[in-house]
């Protein structure tokens, strides 16, 4: 492979960047902690430069792209059914809650609407992505408080997910299994009885989390009062998900704004606020939205309509003119696309709004003044993934 | 150490030394991207459990590690790490590339920041297909190794082409 002149241009660029940081806080008094691009609190490669004073951070700055991988410029290559494929790894835990809102705001643009059976598989599937994501994140903050019992356990019971997902679309975790105008597959013969017992049994993790992990002293000491957030900042710093009801808003946009296609209005739940704004607040949200969506999913396996599983669209999908935006709550918050199309196979320009990189712009100013291993307390319950930060 | 790396040990010491090496594997994980949840499955979950076949895959640092596996996608970014990473590690060392991505690019094969190939930078031993590969896979590749660790030979150790799982 020949390298470019530009592909030359860009890394010296990006280690000139990098090399600002070093020299900026090289400079200042103190002491400079490196932590990453490889760290195992910091869900892969996010790297984080913080000053030190003793024990305590004066400034700590993230330095984000060690995972950028160029999305947004690979979607104008891809035909719409192509991009499905590369979207379930933006945020890999998630994948399937990836494809939705692309899909959905296809669908806007073509001015076709999923069957109901659709929807409602949809939704449940949606649901299943967003237990497999944060049931790894109450495993995680075990580890990284270093009560490495509860990552075994959690392991463990995400796999129960993690097969009822298999079992569907064919993926462990990149299922790319939504189409435009409907779903791939229908279900197999079986899977709802099973799915039940599978959230029975995600019910008993959260029940061994909450006595083991959050009934904790330690792990009280540990994050309550630890990384407060106030409502004002979180808000204007585009904060969104767990991490903003932590704080005190309530908001969800499964309740609040459900785009057309997914049927959460078929479901009775509660959205969890929290008045604190600490860790400690975040993991409990958290802890309580993994409950709702088994509620949800038990809901909706029961409440399934008969029907077809894919609407009528053309075999080669051309999108009309436009443009369109949707958004909706996934698991880490917020994620919305902004899809503009000129009538062609491929999109013209696709916009991807991820909840991490919002969520995480906040550590700057959060972990001011913060003990070094508060910082990895803080990090652990802001819950980011990298894929997301850097798409 | 000399005769170790020389190769000139005599034979049943060199069998003693592959026996012990295979079954006592340091792992460091170097999770980059999605590869790395289901490399965790396989390490970390009681389902999958390595330790089972004599590998430990907490080691503190790579300076402590015999074999490195890269999961996930190298960015143009992150490669200097990755060499500099695999330059700390002691020899004899070994690296398995798992997935698409740090085998050949994977999905971003035309992307403008992904290196296209860990083997671009540091020499791979087992190839691990898929995006992602199962667990099993994996462990396939580590047992394919082992087999291969312990037929092996100080003396032609870089003799021999790459393992390819499935
Ligand atoms: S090979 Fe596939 S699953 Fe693995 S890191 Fe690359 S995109 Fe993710």
Redesign the pocket.
Known sequence: MTVTDSQKMAYVAAQAADARVNLQFETEDGMTLNMGPQHPATHGTLRIVAQLDGEQVVRCEPIPGYMHRGYEKLCEVRTYPQVTTLIN?ID?LGSFANEVPFILAAEKLMDVEAPPRAQVIRTILFELSRLGNISLFLGDLGIQLGGITIGFYAFRDREFVLNQIEAATGGRF?PNFDRIGGLKDDLPKGWIAETHLAMERMRRLCDEFEELVLGNEIFQARTRGIGVIPTDIATSYGMSGANLRATGVDWDLRRDACPPGLSYDLADWKVWTHPDGDSYARTWIRLQEVRESTHIVDQLLDSIPAGPIMAKVPRIIKVPEGEAWVATENPLGEMGYYVVSKGDLVPFRVKIRSASFNNISVVPWVTRGVFVPDVITILASLYFILGDIDR | MGLVESGKLPKPLTQLLSLSRKYSLWVYQWGL???AIEMGSAFASPRYDVMRLGVIPFPASPRQADLVVIS??VTDKMAPAVKRLYDQMPDPKYVISM???ANCG??YWDSYSVTKGVDQIIPVDVYVPG??PRPEALLEGIVLLQERIGREDMADRWKGDPIVVG
């Open positions: 790894r890999w990149h | 991207a999605c590869c996930g996608t997935g698409s991505c994977g999905p995006c992602p």
